[in-house]
């Protein structure tokens, strides 16, 4: 059962960007914290980044600091994943999930978050 709709994948060439989107009509992602995942091919899913909608704290893995911003807009019940500079290591699904609000430092693990989305192909072409 799916209960985020992540959006707004695509193809790019390296150093392009997108914007990816992710929803829901079920609850107020305000009250949770939002992460984004990727997974490439063969690879474990791995963590991406995550915003708490109370307190606005967010988290980044080091290989996209910099470069990704996580952001939130409560009249929209909307989180957003701005990637800028793309690198074709960025290549994956990318899949939006939420979960309770997590403390500060805490890194993006799959076991904190408890809905899902069904993620949405990036493609970064060298």
Known sequence: DVQLQA?????????GSLRLSCTTSRFT??????GWFRQAP??????????NGRDGATWYVDSVKGRFTISSDNAKNTAYLRMNGLKP?????????AGPPLLFGTSCQEAEFDYWGQGTQVTVSS
């Open 7 to 15: 959006s707004g994948g695509g193809l790019v060439q390296a150093g």
């Open 29 to 34: 992602l305000d009250d949770y914290a939002v």
């Open 89 to 97: 290591e960025d290549t994956a699904v990318y899949y939006c999930a």
């Open 42 to 51: 063969g690879k474990e899913r791995e963590g991406v980044s995550y915003i």
